[in-house]
């Protein structure tokens, strides 16, 4: 009897094991997702921000749903104490062609003054991603009002936006994922935010892959300079070097 008891017990939690397994499994985001090689106009996850109340700075703009309803609802609270102070969603959902048309661009520009590919890269990692690796692939992260950080530290509006954005914006599930204090990684950014309920998951998985089999996204980056940089080392301390209230 004991041992019929013990069979029985062993098969249940090798059941349950199984399940969590392949409920993980499931819940898995695709790599197509991570890296941003899909479009978002098409997935029903994601919703146009010019369909919303949201002020935004051009169309065609998009975002997921989730953290779109919650920053509509920051949006409307904060222009109940400042009316008269700019809250526009100047950047949102960049998908991996979009995100490689800035980094041709930057590349282009660079290339005759520093010449050497790892110094083009670097700066321009100072303040753009690599194709492949940018939170803004993810559909949670939003850029709001300017892209300056003079404007959030010297301009009247800007520091008043800035204080309120950090006092208020993780009320509505949103960190700051490039802030000051970080040892690597982008310059501190004001104006980004990203929806951390759904953004952490996004982080986590990425950075299981980099650390079990990071040639599963290396070999999907592509980009102009890729092959003469150290790309697995810059892809791991710009994708995983973020505030940690962010994790």
Known sequence: ?????????????????????TFAMAQSIPLNKLTGQFDEKKDSDFIALDSTILPVNKKGMYLQ????????????????????????????????????GIWQRKWDALLPKLKVPQKIAEEILKLSSMP????????????????????????KKGIILYQWLRENLP???F???????????????EWHWSYK??????????????????QTIMKNLNFTGYDKITLE??????????NSECY
């Open 171 to 173: 009320k509505y599930g």
């Open 65 to 100: 749903k989730e953290p779109t309803q919650q920053l509509i609802k920051a949006y409307n609270d904060f222009k109940k104490s400042y009316p008269d102070i700019p809250f526009i969603v100047v950047s949102a959902t960049r998908n991996y062609t979009y995100q490689n």
């Open 233 to 242: 080392s810059l892809v791991k301390e710009y994708v995983l070097t973020v």
């Open 175 to 189: 960190c700051q994922p490039f802030n000051e204090g970080r040892k690597g990684g982008y310059l501190p950014e």
């Open 1 to 21: 009897m004991k041992k019929i008891i013990k069979t029985i017990a062993n098969f249940t939690q090798t059941l349950t094991l199984l399940l969590c397994s």
């Open 132 to 155: 492949g690796t940018s939170r803004h692939h993810w559909g949670t992260d939003i850029d709001i009002t300017s892209v300056s950080s003079e404007y959030f530290k010297n301009d």
């Open 197 to 214: 309920p759904i953004a952490k998951q996004y982080i986590a998985e990425y950075k299981a892959i980099l650390e079990t089999n990071p």
